[in-house]
């Protein structure tokens, strides 16, 4: 399966790549910029699965019934949260 990378996601291809994804951004891909439903549809016409941060693409992807994965501001909070107590146990919260 190949992934495309919505636009704020660009910067991971290599990570994706080196554990051995085979990907495009949408930047590569001339999307930058575009509307979120041309980028949907773009995915789904050429069988990518979608990662991106936004709601309304991956709602799109799901209307259309293209492969999405959403990595939500919470997701990465939730992420960012429990490094920090991995790193500093001894740090509380407010």
């Avoid at 919505?6 to 080196?18: P, R, S, T, V």
């Avoid at 891909?29 to 016409?45: I, M, N, S, T």
């Avoid at 997701?75 to 001894?90: P, T």
């Amino acid at each position: 399966m190949k992934l495309l990378l919505d636009e704020m996601y660009a910067g991971l291809k290599e990570y994706f790549e080196i554990l051995g994804w085979d990907v495009e951004s949408a930047q590569e891909a001339g999307l930058q910029g575009l509307k979120d439903k041309d980028v949907v549809e773009y995915a789904k016409k050429n069988d990518l699965l979608l990662i991106t941060q936004d709601q309304k693409p991956a709602d799109l992807a799901g209307l259309v019934g293209a492969k999405f994965v959403l990595i939500s501001h919470a997701m990465i909070a939730d992420i960012a949260i429990s490094k920090i107590k991995e790193k500093y146990s001894n740090v509380k919260q407010k």
